[in-house]
């Protein structure tokens, strides 16, 4: 049972807009920043998103990420058949002191 | 070109030790606080440790509290993990990963399996 809840799986069809979502609490994501990482199938996880909604360098701007309270999202615009990966967000917990995961969501596009 | 590498990993029987080792090239490795992330076969990610960046303070997951130990030789450029008293549950890929304000590199992972 991870700490971040979110959906095991989303869809969409080329083109269209998916959001994931990322359900927390007071002591990780009500108090630090939320990650999102895309991990296509067999290679490591790479940094789409970090302090909630800043991009690195070489990250399209169809990926966006949001924050409100103590939940946090990762929309996707434009949806290509390459962004069928797993995705999961992230967030330093205070209570725990360490940083938790969600439990990924796979994304299939269909 | 920013690499990590991971290196250490391998078969080994329940309650023996593995270290494992990520060597850094490409950026400026006492800049960066590394992390220790796994993930079991067919599973998600979990964090497993992380160490600031000059190695004076260390954070553990409370599955690994007490058995693993984090550490780094920033002349080296190398991160380690420390693995005792392993059992089968720490079965899983083990990624390192370097992490800023504004970057974070991962390196491809080594598999460790716990078996007899």
């Known amino acids: 049972q991870s700490v971040l809840t979110q959906p095991p799986s989303a869809s969409g069809t080329p083109g269209q807009r998916v959001t994931i979502s990322c359900s927390g609490s007071?002591?990780?994501?009500?108090?630090?920043?939320v990650y999102w990482y895309q991990q296509l199938p067999g290679t490591a996880p790479k940094l789409l998103i970090y302090?909630?909604?800043q991009r690195p360098s070489g990250v399209p701007d169809r990926f966006s990420g949001s924050k409100s309270g103590t939940s946090g999202s990762l929309a996707i615009s434009g949806l290509r058949s390459e962004d069928e990966a797993d995705y999961y967000c992230?967030?330093?917990?205070?209570?725990?002191?360490?940083?938790?995961f969600g439990g990924g969501t796979k994304l299939t596009v269909l | 070109e920013v690499q990590l590498v991971e290196s250490g990993g391998g078969l080994v029987q329940p309650g023996g030790s593995l270290r494992l080792s990520c060597a850094a090239s490409?950026?400026?490795?006492?800049?960066?606080?590394m992390h220790w992330v796994r993930q079991a076969p067919g599973k998600g990610l979990v964090w497993v440790s992380r160490?600031?960046?000059?190695?004076?303070?260390?954070n553990y997951a409370d599955s690994v509290k007490g058995r693993f130990t984090i550490s780094r030789d920033n002349a080296k450029n190398t991160l380690y993990l420390q693995m005792n008293s392993l059992r089968a549950e720490d079965t899983a890929v083990y990624y390192c990963?370097?992490?800023?304000?504004?970057?974070?590199?991962w390196g491809q992972g080594t598999l460790v399996t716990v078996s007899s």
């Open positions: 992230a967030a330093w917990d205070d209570s725990l002191s360490g940083r938790v």
């Open positions: 302090r909630n909604n």
């Open positions: 490409g950026f400026t490795f006492s800049n960066y606080w």
């Open positions: 160490v600031n960046n000059d190695g004076s303070s260390t």
């Open positions: 990963a370097g992490k800023n304000s504004v970057s974070e590199y």
């Open positions: 007071s002591s990780n994501i009500g108090s630090n920043y």
